[in-house]
Antibody
Framework: QVTLKESGPVLVKPTETLTLTCTVS??????????VSWIRQPPGKALEWLAH???????SYNTSLKKRLTISKDTSRGLVVLSMTNLDPVDTGTYFC?????????????WGQGSLVTVSS | QSALTQPASVSGSPGQSITISCTGT?????????VSWYQQHPGKAPKLIID???NRPSGVSNRFSGSKSGNTASLTISGLQAEDEADYYC??????????FGGGTKLTVL
């Protein structure tokens, strides 16, 4: 079955770089009908789409955060990595990775459990 | 990319129907049918309940339905049940090959 699982640090200091890894199973990152996005949610607030990587390795970023984000993948290992530079306390929140599928109208059809990241000195 | 506009809260009694609106622009909802809806219970990951405006994924109750007119999409929940109490988010693919979410709507079942 399809699963996604986020991993990464729980606590990050301001100005540092956050690196999160999404481990996927049950589908291939080389499948041209699928891709993986990162989405975050500050405590008590709304979801915010961050970045997406297509099977072709083409990337797409939230225009407001583009300068700080890098998404990449290791297809053979089923990994999608998100890096975010120059962290600030407002970046505190739960970070989700989610599969995007052509078969579900390019919606986020499977989600990881989320990884809570706190930015604090 | 501005967030899609949703009402902050809606409420209804068990058995009633409610509708949540989601307003975008002609750069997202207005030009694509790639509109989806998600249900999120506290402390949980969002769950896809509607994709491509009207499609219900396998296993999702037929009490959930979606529609779209112009730049506004809507989610209707009929026969409200206590377990429907949750936060609901809309999302759309955009002309810039990005995605955008709504601000979320808190549904209270009275």
């Amino acid at each position: 079955q399809v699963t996604l699982k986020e991993s990464g640090p729980v606590l990050v200091k301001p100005t540092e770089t956050l690196t999160l890894t999404c481990t996927v199973s049950g589908f291939s990152l080389s499948n041209n009908r699928m891709g993986v996005s990162w989405i975050r949610q500050p405590p008590g607030k709304a979801l915010e789409w961050l970045a997406h990587i297509f099977s072709s390795d083409e990337k797409s970023y939230n225009t407001s955060l583009k300068k700080r984000l890098t998404i990449s993948k290791d297809t053979s290992r089923g990994l999608v990595v998100l890096s975010m530079t120059n962290l600030d306390p407002v970046d505190t929140g739960t970070y989700f990775c989610a599969r995007v599928s052509y078969f579900s109208g390019w919606s986020f059809d499977f989600w990881g459990q989320g990884s809570l990241v706190t930015v604090s000195s | 990319q501005s967030a899609l506009t949703q009402p902050a809260s809606v409420s209804g009694s068990p058995g009633q129907s409610i509708t949540i609106s989601c307003t975008g622009t002609n750069s997202d909802i207005g030009i694509y049918n790639h509109v989806s809806w998600y249900q999120q219970h506290p402390g949980k990951a969002p769950k896809l309940i509607i994709d491509d405006v009207t499609n219900r994924p396998s296993g999702v109750s037929n009490r959930f339905s979606g529609s779209k007119s112009g730049n506004t999409a809507s989610l209707t929940i009929s026969g409200l049940q206590a377990e429907d109490e949750a936060d609901y988010y809309c999302s759309s693919y955009t002309i810039s090959s990005t995605w955008v979410f709504g601000g979320g709507t808190k549904l209270t079942v009275l």
